[in-house]
């Protein structure tokens, strides 16, 4: 469609073994080990969404196969995740992580209004369990860009009653699930919304409004608004009651177990100011301001980067000539893990836990010397005090990418499309090898 992932949906040479050595190397001649704190998370994360498959009663379902959608083709069977999880927690475990970062589907757990599942709140339990069989410290996302179709039928996050259903959702999740859980994220990347009415281009907007309406027509409703893709004109509504949402949510989880870490995660570029009066700190502010000043009342927030954006007095700047491009159009710039991370702990005094870091790119060895560089950058954060609770990649296979369908390859293992094996990529052993010594 010609559109980067910032667009959509985003804040939006060396060998691997080369990188890794140097790293080693170094910190073994000059310095201590670039180690990081005992007990530091090591995973690898997935959706509900983007792996399971057939989720038949979620609002995205329904655009992904009306007439017009922006989505490139419709999820189908995603990863086949609803038989396959032990298959890949197994992946994680052999890896040697000891944490995993999931999503529970509201609209399984949920799929009409007040209808809540047993079978499947003892299928994410039977996760969860599973996590911790394998050592793997289960970091549960409540919702993760998808809804029920109901919940969008109704409106949406522009819907007044939203924040109240998600709460009642996530009561009702978390008084079954949460014991066992780790840690608990209420939304994934609900700030996404500002930063894609930002950017969204005039035909784009004009295809979200034709989406919703088709998949009104087709389920009776009259004020379809999907959970993900927002038209421009409901972003400050949605906004409002997102961040009402977290905090009932929140709320909810900390009622039934009030020792559950919870928070919020954020997409977060490396904001870079160039040159004077750069816009910056205004796009800081416009991209982030609520959300970490809501994030202040959390137990920590989780830091979604995948890039750097650099600001001059008009506005973005386009990579540098000549720089190396991810598969979504971004520049490839490893140390913008470190920078986003600064900043989210700067501006809340909140813990970071990093809760997705990775790059979409067909080309593993990129993956493998991303990795490790992106590491070290973060680790010498950690060791000037910045409190990083973990560093949770994405993704742990490849998946469906949203509108972008299957052309996007973010996993440390391939899945084949019609079999659904799935094969570690040696960027899978890079990662396993630094959370194995627990240093770069
Ligand atoms: C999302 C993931 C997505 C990834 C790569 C984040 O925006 O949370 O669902 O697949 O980035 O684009």
């Known amino acids: ?7 959509f949906l985003g804040a939006a040479g060396a060998s691997a073994a080369a990188v890794a050595a ?7 001649a000059a310095q201590p080990a670039a180690t990081f704190p005992t007990g530091f998370l090591w995973g690898a994360a997935t959706a509900a969404h983007q792996i399971e498959g057939n989720n038949v009663s979620s609002d995205l379902w329904l655009v992904e196969n009306v007439k017009p959608t922006m989505f490139r083709e419709p999820s189908g069977d995603a990863c086949n995740s609803l038989a396959l999880w032990p298959t890949d927690l197994d992946l994680a475990r052999d890896m040697g992580l000891n944490a995993y970062r999931f999503s529970i589907e509201w609209a399984r757990i949920e799929p009409e ?3 809540f599942s047993p079978a499947m709140l003892d299928h994410y339990q039977a996760v969860i369990d599973g996590c911790r069989a394998r050592g ?18 109704r409106g949406g ?4 009653e939203a924040p109240d259903l998600f709460a009642r959702y996530c009561d009702r999740a978390a008084r079954r699930l949460a014991a066992n859980m780790g840690a608990a994220v209420t939304l994934n990347e609900p700030n ?8 969204l281009p005039p035909q784009m907007i004009g295809l979200v409004r034709d989406m919703n309406a088709a998949a009104g027509r087709a389920c009776g409703s009259t004020n379809f608004k999907n959970a993900m893709l927002p038209e421009v004109a409901d972003i400050p509504t949605a906004q409002t009651h997102m961040i ?7 709320a909810a989880i900390k009622a039934a177990r009030g020792d559950l870490p919870v928070g919020v995660s954020l997409t977060m570029s490396d904001d870079q100011a160039v040159g004077e009066n750069s816009v910056r700190d205004a796009k800081r502010a416009q991209f982030y301001g609520p959300w970490l000043e809501a994030a202040k009342a959390d137990d920590f927030l989780g830091v979604q980067n995948y890039a750097r954006a650099q600001w001059n007095d008009k506005g973005q700047v386009p990579p540098p000539k000549g720089a190396k491009l991810n598969g979504m159009g971004a520049e490839i710039y490893p140390p913008s893990l470190a920078g986003a991370v600064r900043y989210a702990h700067a501006a809340t005094g909140v813990p970071i836990l990093v809760t997705e ?28 005090g910045v409190p990083v609770q973990g560093y949770i990649h994405w993704s742990l296979i490849d998946n469906f990418e949203w509108v972008f369908g299957y052309s996007q390859h973010f996993g440390l293992h391939s899945v084949d499309r019609a079999t659904f094996k799935r094969t570690a990529k040696p960027s899978a052993a890079v990662l396993a090898a630094i959370a194995r010594r627990n240093a770069v």
């Open 244 to 250: 009402a949402a977290h905090k009932a949510g929140r």
């Open 192 to 199: 996404m919304i500002t930063v894609v009415g930002e950017v």
């Open 157 to 160: 996050w522009t819907n007044p």
């Open 113 to 115: 209004p007040g209808l």
């Open 1 to 7: 469609m010609g559109l980067d992932r910032r667009e």
């Open 22 to 28: 140097a790293a080693v190397t170094d910190s073994a």
């Open 357 to 384: 870091h990775g790059l979409s790119t067909g080309d593993d060895a990129q993956r493998a010397a991303f990795i490790p560089a992106a590491l070290a950058g973060l680790q010498k954060a950690v060791a000037e």
């Open 136 to 153: 793997l410290k289960p970091v549960v996302t409540f919702s993760h860009f998808s809804a029920p179709r109901w919940f969008a039928a």
